[in-house]
């Protein structure tokens, strides 16, 4: 039989055939190389026989004895019970398997004999009258626990796959490793393995199963962790060496900069000073800009961007704005405008629903260079919008837009150039994700809020208690307060038993003391009539606003001191997390109420139940990432998270910065891959293609 290799497929291994191997599938295991990186999702350590007497309920543990009984019992409903009794000179425990399959009981019975030496592992109950139990053991008969392959070591526990016993997983995996012996190739540079003190791959992989104690399988993860990373940052910064083309460097002049800074009610806090410094050293180069700003709701990003636009236009430059909705653009428009109400700026809002002259005039402007400052929804990336001179443009909450389309804005440049590029999220992305999910930016991060901001408190009540909460409000805004009512539809839906926003509109005007005068605004509204009530609710003349998720971004309304969310089990923590942020904004104390039925689902009571112990959105993102996991957060595809092997993007994060930093060294003195002591990862990529590993293809 010809050796196999790490491509060999895995049917045509000894032991495995076509059945199996379309079981080992659903585990993504296809040849010998997916073998070696399926990494067990938890060892058991059973390195010591314990004795029976010694034996505690809830532990696992191994046990070695004697056979002393068998038998088969019988209930009343046909249930059916195989057990073993075991002693060691210390006492006595049973092994039970519940079953009504009669070939299974048939085979424990002809593999048990009394008499015979076993060793048993698994989790201890203990029943009444004290009697031990391990159920569904794992078991076999040695006469020395040298001889096991279930016992006296670390034991790796594999994902579980109907079929295939884990004892099966292991074995093959140790039978492949044997065959493989001496023929397993390096994949990171030596000179890099010895400076972070990585394992070879071989050996990183043998550890990674069959480790000798738990340091050991640590850093066998973190060296194949750091294998993964590696080649993924050499793909994306490789590719954004390629694709970046050249910018155009803009200096600080502080013609219109300095004069902003005079005009802002508050000074920089020390992140924006950080993030602003960041920003200038960036623009200042001929590679252009790519950055990503992250900030919590209230950290003052938009501040951050705006004075990054001065700085393009303050050196003759024209800089753009793209929202993912309507709305959102229109907050920017009318919060950017205040900011610069004394400043000789000239802005121009473009959206898709604009009237045909209000276009024409709009377009008119971006391409003869009077405007300076342009922001718009998708409709700046459409062909017939042609700037001046385009020097610098920032993308608000990238995750709403894809790779196409951030990459048409980067083509609207000066005479082929590639403008300066921020991408600004308000959605708290914990950092590993943010680094995968943009491999090619950098990250800047406004970890601090601006002083003077009040503390929100946030509680959680039940519908029971409605009545006592809009008392309550109602109270609140006749003292000069402003509320957000905030619910999920905007209308009633028989299926879904939420409170639709015009129903909820409808049913708080009934109740409302006289005098108090609420809006209503949701996205199915004309532009005009929702830049009407907005403007009508920031200059007091409401004093309750019902709103669905149109305000969960943009919207900056100092009063504005109470939310309600109605049906708050239905949203996402990051939706929750971004609607809390519409308060806050002043130097009162705010308040957040999310109210619920009293009966919702365990996952959304652990939702509400994080989402009030904390206002730190990059805690609720680390808790979500860690309940729901990547793909399910921000969607595999949509946004390239990588399918990889063995990173947890929850746990590695020092391997991810330190990978990242590695291959940005490698790429800078060697683009090309051509130096000797990088020809193995040359050599790796070309396998990677080959397996169509999701980022190299990419």
Same mark, same amino acid.
Request: charged share 30%.
């Given at each position: 039989?010809?050796?196999?290799?790490?491509?060999?497929?895995?049917?045509?291994?000894?032991?495995?055939?076509?059945?199996?191997?379309?079981?080992?599938? !659903?585990? +993504?295991?296809?040849?010998?190389?997916?073998?070696?990186?399926?990494?067990?999702?938890?060892?058991?350590?059973?390195?010591?026989?314990?004795?029976?007497?010694?034996? !505690?309920?809830?532990?696992?543990?191994?046990?070695?004895? %004697?056979?002393?009984?068998?038998?088969?019992?019988?209930?009343?409903?046909?249930?059916?019970?195989?057990?073993?009794?075991?002693?060691?000179?210390?006492?006595?425990?049973?092994?039970?398997?519940?079953?009504?399959?009669?070939?299974?009981?048939?085979?424990?019975?002809?593999?048990?004999? *009394?008499?015979?030496?076993?060793?048993?592992?698994? *989790?201890?109950?203990?029943?009444?009258?004290?009697?031990?139990?391990?159920?569904?053991?794992?078991?076999?008969?040695?006469?020395?626990?040298?001889?096991?392959?279930?016992?006296?070591?670390?034991?790796?526990?594999?994902?579980?796959?109907?079929?295939? *016993?884990?004892?099966?997983?292991?074995?093959?995996?140790?039978?492949?490793?044997?065959?493989?012996? +001496?023929?397993?190739?390096?994949?990171?540079?030596?000179?890099?393995?010895? *400076?972070?003190?990585?394992?070879?791959?071989?050996?990183?992989?043998?550890?990674?199963?069959?480790?000798?104690?738990?340091?050991?399988?640590?850093?066998?993860?973190?060296?194949?962790?750091?294998?993964?990373?590696?080649?993924?940052?050499?793909?994306?910064?490789?590719?954004?060496?390629?694709?970046?083309?050249?910018?155009?460097?803009?200096?600080?002049?502080?013609?219109?900069?300095?004069?902003?800074?005079?005009?802002?009610?508050?000074?920089?806090?020390?992140?924006?000073?950080?993030?602003?410094?960041?920003?200038?050293?960036?623009?200042?180069? @001929?590679?252009?800009?790519?950055?990503?700003?992250?900030?919590?709701?209230? @950290?003052?990003?938009?501040?951050?961007?705006?004075?990054?636009?001065?700085?393009?236009?303050?050196?003759?430059?024209?800089?753009?704005?793209?929202?993912?909705?309507?709305?959102?653009?229109?907050?920017?428009?009318?919060?950017?405008?205040?900011?610069? #109400?004394?400043?000789?700026?000239?802005?121009?809002?473009?959206?898709? =629903?604009?009237?045909?002259?209000?276009?024409?005039?709009?377009?008119?402007?971006?391409?003869?260079?009077?405007?300076?400052?342009?922001?718009?929804?998708?409709?700046?990336?459409?062909?017939?919008?042609?700037?001046?001179?385009?020097?610098?443009?920032?993308?608000?909450?990238?995750?709403?837009?894809?790779?196409? $389309?951030?990459?048409?804005?980067? %083509?609207?440049?000066?005479?082929?150039?590639?403008?300066?590029?921020?991408?600004?999220?308000?959605?708290?992305?914990?950092?590993?994700?943010?680094?995968?999910?943009?491999?090619?930016?950098?990250?800047?991060?406004?970890? /601090?809020?601006?002083?003077?901001?009040?503390?929100?408190?946030? #509680?959680?009540?039940? /519908?029971? #208690?409605?009545?006592?909460?809009?008392?309550?409000?109602? %109270?609140?805004?006749?003292?000069?307060?402003?509320?957000?009512?905030?619910?999920?539809?905007? /209308?009633?839906?028989?299926?879904?038993?939420?409170?639709?926003? /015009?129903?909820?509109?409808?049913?708080?005007? @009934?109740?409302?003391?006289?005098?108090?005068?609420?809006?209503?605004?949701?996205?199915?509204?004309?532009?005009?009539? !929702?830049?009407?009530?907005?403007?009508?609710?920031?200059?007091?003349?409401? =004093?309750?606003?019902?709103?669905?998720?149109?305000?969960?971004?943009?919207?900056?309304?100092?009063?504005?001191?109470?939310?309600?969310?109605?049906?708050?089990?239905?949203?996402?923590?990051? $939706?929750?997390?971004?609607?809390?942020?519409?308060?806050?904004?002043? %130097?009162?104390?705010?308040?957040?109420?999310?109210?619920?039925?009293?009966?919702?689902?365990?996952?959304?009571?652990?939702?509400?139940?994080?989402?009030?112990?904390?206002?730190?959105?990059?805690?609720?993102?680390?808790?979500?990432?860690?309940?729901?996991?990547?793909?399910?957060?921000?969607?595999?595809?949509?946004?390239?998270?990588?399918?990889?092997?063995?990173?947890?993007?929850?746990?590695?994060?020092?391997?991810?910065?330190?990978?990242?930093?590695?291959?940005?060294?490698?790429?800078?003195?060697?683009?090309?891959?051509?130096?000797?002591?990088?020809?193995?990862?040359?050599?790796?990529?070309?396998?990677?293609?080959?397996?169509?590993?999701?980022?190299?293809?990419?």
């Amino acid at each position: 039989m010809p050796k196999i290799g790490l491509e060999t497929d895995i049917q045509y291994v000894k032991g495995v055939g076509p059945k199996r191997a379309r079981q080992l599938a !659903r585990l +993504g295991v296809k040849t010998v190389y997916d073998l070696l990186y399926l990494p067990p999702r938890k060892y058991l350590d059973r390195r010591d026989v314990t004795p029976i007497r010694n034996l !505690r309920h809830g532990h696992e543990a191994v046990v070695m004895g %004697e056979v002393l009984t068998k038998g088969i019992d019988r209930s009343r409903r046909g249930d059916k019970w195989f057990k073993v009794v075991i002693g060691d000179g210390t006492g006595w425990l049973e092994l039970v398997w519940k079953t009504t399959n009669e070939g299974f009981l048939s085979g424990l019975d002809k593999v048990f004999r *009394k008499g015979d030496r076993v060793i048993v592992s698994g *989790k201890v109950i203990i029943v009444r009258g004290g009697i031990k139990q391990i159920w569904f053991p794992e078991y076999e008969m040695v006469d020395d626990i040298s001889q096991s392959n279930i016992a006296g070591r670390i034991i790796p526990v594999y994902p579980a796959t109907e079929g295939l *016993k884990p004892r099966y997983i292991r074995k093959l995996v140790r039978y492949v490793l044997t065959e493989l012996e +001496g023929r397993i190739p390096e994949t990171i540079p030596g000179y890099i393995r010895k *400076k972070r003190g990585l394992y070879s791959r071989e050996v990183a992989i043998r550890r990674l199963h069959f480790p000798n104690d738990m340091d050991e399988a640590r850093k066998a993860h973190l060296t194949l962790a750091y294998e993964e990373l590696l080649y993924f940052f050499i793909v994306v910064l490789g590719r954004r060496m390629r694709t970046m083309g050249k910018g155009v460097p803009i200096v600080l002049n502080g013609k219109l900069t300095e004069k902003f800074i005079e005009e802002l009610p508050f000074e920089f806090t020390d992140a924006q000073q950080r993030v602003i410094s960041e920003i200038e050293d960036d623009m200042a180069r @001929s590679v252009p800009m790519h950055r990503l700003l992250q900030g919590d709701v209230g @950290s003052g990003k938009t501040v951050v961007a705006l004075y990054a636009m001065l700085m393009a236009a303050e050196n003759g430059f024209q800089a753009a704005l793209m929202a993912p909705t309507e709305i959102l653009a229109e907050q920017h428009f009318i919060v950017i405008g205040d900011f610069l #109400k004394n400043l000789p700026i000239r802005m121009r809002l473009l959206t898709g =629903h604009m009237r045909k002259k209000e276009r024409e005039a709009a377009l008119y402007e971006i391409s003869n260079g009077e405007a300076d400052i342009v922001v718009g929804t998708h409709a700046i990336i459409q062909e017939d919008v042609r700037f001046h001179k385009l020097a610098f443009a920032v993308v608000d909450e990238q995750h709403k837009f894809g790779v196409v $389309q951030r990459a048409k804005l980067l %083509e609207k440049g000066i005479d082929g150039t590639v403008p300066h590029f921020l991408v600004m999220t308000a959605t708290p992305i914990p950092r590993t994700l943010a680094m995968t999910i943009y491999g090619d930016l950098d990250v800047s991060v406004l970890d /601090e809020k601006p002083p003077g901001r009040g503390k929100i408190v946030t #509680k959680h009540r039940t /519908e029971e #208690k409605r009545a006592d909460i809009y008392r309550w409000l109602f %109270e609140r805004v006749q003292d000069g307060d402003q509320a957000y009512v905030v619910a999920p539809l905007i /209308e009633k839906s028989e299926k879904l038993e939420v409170r639709a926003v /015009e129903e909820l509109f409808e049913e708080l005007k @009934s109740m409302a003391p006289e005098g108090v005068k609420i809006g209503l605004i949701h996205g199915r509204m004309k532009k005009d009539e !929702r830049q009407f009530v907005m403007q009508a609710f920031r200059d007091g003349q409401f =004093h309750i606003l019902v709103a669905t998720t149109v305000i969960e971004v943009g919207i900056d309304v100092k009063n504005a001191t109470i939310m309600v969310i109605e049906h708050a089990e239905r949203f996402g923590l990051a $939706q929750l997390h971004q609607l809390r942020g519409r308060i806050g904004r002043g %130097e009162k104390t705010s308040y957040c109420i999310v109210v619920t039925p009293k009966n919702i689902s365990e996952d959304a009571r652990k939702r509400i139940r994080a989402f009030v112990s904390t206002t730190d959105g990059f805690k609720l993102a680390e808790y979500d990432l860690q309940i729901r996991g990547p793909g399910e957060l921000y969607g595999t595809r949509q946004h390239g998270i990588p399918d990889f092997r063995i990173v947890d993007l929850v746990k590695d994060q020092f391997v991810m910065s330190i990978a990242r930093q590695d291959a940005r060294d490698i790429l800078r003195v060697d683009p090309r891959l051509q130096k000797p002591q990088h020809q193995i990862i040359r050599k790796h990529f070309r396998i990677l293609k080959e397996k169509e590993v999701s980022y190299v293809v990419a």
